[in-house]
């Protein structure tokens, strides 16, 4: 659970960031773009964020 929110959390701040910088935000030299994709490699391993959601999930309603 921890892990899906901060690497969801992380990636939404690094996107607005590039968002923010606009076309800057994608150039190397400013290290934003390494940023998100490193936090987009996260969201995947070790099972990814969808896959949490749903075992969360199913342990909450109790399937």
Same mark, same amino acid.
């Given at each position: $659970?921890?892990? !899906?929110? @901060?690497? /969801? @959390? %992380?990636?939404?701040? @690094?996107?607005? @960031? #590039?968002?923010? *910088?606009?076309?800057? %935000?994608? +150039?190397?030299?400013? %290290? +934003? =773009?390494? &940023?998100?994709? /490193?936090?987009?490699? *996260?969201? #995947?391993?070790?099972?990814?964020? =969808? &896959? $949490? !959601? +749903? &075992?969360?999930? !199913?342990?909450?309603?109790?399937?």
């Amino acid at each position: $659970m921890a892990k !899906r929110v @901060a690497t /969801d @959390a %992380g990636f939404n701040v @690094a996107n607005k @960031a #590039i968002q923010l *910088h606009g076309g800057y %935000g994608y +150039l190397s030299e400013y %290290g +934003l =773009e390494k &940023i998100a994709r /490193d936090l987009r490699v *996260h969201q #995947i391993l070790e099972g990814s964020n =969808e &896959i $949490m !959601r +749903l &075992i969360v999930g !199913r342990l909450a309603v109790g399937a």
